[in-house]
């Protein structure tokens, strides 16, 4: 099993920034591949971005790219989204998910390729 535990939503205005971090336990987070996903309220879970167990390659969601960075520490067992530009369209649910990955495999992108969830974090963004 893995624990992912989000932190670092919040209320923001546009044109803000917020940095989220999830923290995991329980198994080797540098054998998992991470990804973000936002869930706004009556709609589906979406893909925002995720990373490779290395850190080495990074993948995003169209209106994400340019404003989100997301990153990985795996000495400290975390991975981060770094959101910038803010827009009331980013509020949503973010929640975190590791999926066990070979090296080279690239990061899947669809909700149900992931084995571990955390219990998200809300985001807000005010006009």
């Known amino acids: 099993q893995v624990q992912l535990v989000e932190s670092g939503g919040g209320l923001v205005q546009a044109g803000g920034s917020l940095r989220l971090s999830c923290a995991a336990s329980?198994?080797?987070?540098?054998?998992?591949?991470m990804g973000w996903f936002q869930q706004a309220p009556g709609k589906k879970r979406e893909f925002v971005a995720g990373?490779?167990?290395?850190?080495?390659?990074?993948y995003y969601t169209d209106s994400v790219k340019g404003r989100f960075t997301i990153s990985r520490d795996n000495a400290k067992n975390t991975v981060y989204l770094q959101m910038n530009s803010l827009n009331p369209e980013d509020t949503a649910v973010y929640y975190c998910a590791a999926r066990y990955a070979l090296i080279g495999n690239p990061t899947p992108t669809t909700p149900t390729a992931y084995d571990y969830w955390g219990q998200g974090t809300q985001v807000t963004v005010s006009s």
């Open positions: 990373i490779t167990r290395g850190g080495g390659s990074t």
């Open positions: 329980g198994r080797t987070f540098s054998n998992y591949a």
